[in-house]
């Protein structure tokens, strides 16, 4: 089992930035990726970015590129998400989420999941 705890959620003003951190703990060598998703309120789950281990590779939704940047600390075996330009369309709940697949990009890909931390940018 893997267990992952998100953090540094929170309220921002548009323009404004925030960085998520996703810690993960217990039996982690067979992960391949981590991954961010985002939820709204009435919406399905969506994509954000993947980073896969190795060499790191990164895919990126395209409603995010060149403004969010995923990096890993294998050592604290911690991702981060950092967020600028922040839009009130990034508004939701941000999950973080371990594959055994790399470069994974759907959400049934995903094994494992945190319990999400809300995301709220203000016009």
């Known amino acids: 089992q893997v267990q992952l705890v998100e953090s540094g959620g929170g309220l921002v003003q548009a323009g404004g930035s925030l960085r998520l951190s996703c810690a993960a703990s217990?039996?982690?060598?067979?992960?391949?990726?981590m991954g961010w998703f985002r939820q709204a309120p009435g919406t399905e789950r969506e994509f954000v970015v993947v980073?896969?281990?190795?060499?790191?590779?990164?895919y990126y939704a395209d409603s995010v590129k060149g403004r969010f940047t995923i990096s890993r600390d294998d050592a604290k075996n911690t991702v981060y998400l950092q967020m600028n330009s922040l839009k009130p369309e990034d508004t939701a709940v941000y999950y973080c989420?371990?594959?055994?697949?790399?470069?994974?990009?759907?959400?049934?890909?995903?094994?494992?999941w945190g319990q999400g931390t809300q995301v709220t940018v203000s016009s």
């Open positions: 989420a371990a594959s055994p697949r790399l470069g994974a990009t759907r959400s049934y890909e995903y094994r494992y």
């Open positions: 217990g039996r982690t060598f067979g992960i391949s990726a």
């Open positions: 980073i896969s281990s190795g060499d790191d590779s990164t």
